[in-house]
């Protein structure tokens, strides 16, 4: 058992307890996460769990296999693929009506899309991606930087990328800029079958296992008849990336036993492929629950 999550257990129980007025708005919100995927945030890492807020300066982290779908404050959404670091930081004091600052795709790839009823919105944001700066005035981009370079590419609106002192202007949808490591950066059309694949890299799809603040099907990570046992499940299951709970069985103030679940899944069939990766990343045998 560890004391750091066992107090993290009880101030999220707490946070639960106070009215959504007590807190500024947040910069953004995550809306959807195929686990496993963390927020590091002042050297504490946390995982990621839909309806969980983001400040300015955090950094989120997805795992091998994982997705997250952040969406910022003034309705733009941003989705993550697998083996990602990304961050975001503003100087917006009303996030929710006009966002400026930068987003860093610090690893692995991104989509950046802009709400349909925010498009109007004021905003003043860059995209870093590994080596390029992407300055916003599309409404869809889609964005990949590893150890082979930089790859940006404009599914709808205009993007000015900065790289290496040089500006390049994109107003063709369905282009993007390639920019291997080490060499000259083009310009090159986009082709209908590679744009899927690219999709595919961020996108959430039926049957991935992703929660999200609507789903009524659980996880039940394991069962405990004491505190202690509980948390022991607790810990193995969100050490994995996984933002698993604590339910006390009984009345309440008279626990007779404890629940570790996940919540936030659609259907059982959702719930019983993230019990699945969950086994596989750990040494817990999860079962499915509604």
Do not use: C
Not at 134 to 154: E, F, H, M, P, S
Not at 218 to 226: F, N
């Amino acid at each position: 058992m560890r004391l750091h999550n066992l107090l993290f257990a009880v101030l999220a129980f707490l946070a639960t307890l106070l009215p959504a007025a007590a807190f500024a708005a947040a910069v953004a919100t995550v809306e959807a996460v195929q686990s496993p995927a963390w927020r590091d945030r002042g050297g504490i890492s946390v995982p990621l769990a839909a309806g969980m807020e983001l400040a300015s300066g955090d950094v989120v982290r997805t795992g091998t296999g994982a997705r997250a779908y952040l969406l910022l404050a003034e309705g733009s959404r941003v989705k993550l693929g697998e083996a990602a670091r990304f961050s975001l930081h503003t100087r917006s004091l009303q996030p929710e009506k006009v966002f400026s600052g930068a987003l860093d795709v610090l690893a692995g790839a991104f989509r950046f899309t802009t709400g349909k009823l925010s498009k109007a919105r004021a905003r003043d944001v860059s995209i870093r991606v590994g080596t390029a700066t992407i300055g916003i005035r599309g409404t869809d981009v889609w964005g990949r930087t590893d150890k082979d370079g930089d790859l940006v590419a404009l599914l709808e609106g205009r993007i000015d990328i900065t790289r290496a002192g040089q500006v390049t202007e994109m107003a063709q949808p369905m282009s993007y800029f390639d920019a291997p490591a080490g060499k000259s950066a083009a310009v090159k059309p986009l082709d209908a079958e590679t744009f899927i694949k690219l999709a595919r890299q961020t996108d959430i799809l039926a049957g991935d296992g992703a929660s999200s603040l609507k789903g009524k099907w659980r996880v039940l990570a394991g069962s405990a008849a004491t505190e202690v046992a509980a948390l022991e499940i607790y810990d193995q299951a969100r050490d994995a990336g996984f933002a698993a709970r604590i339910k006390p069985r009984g009345a309440e103030g008279e626990a007779t036993g404890y629940d570790v679940v996940l919540t936030g899944f659609a259907s059982e069939a959702e719930a019983a492929v993230a019990a699945a990766r969950l086994k596989a990343a750990t040494e817990l045998i999860p079962g499915v629950i509604r």
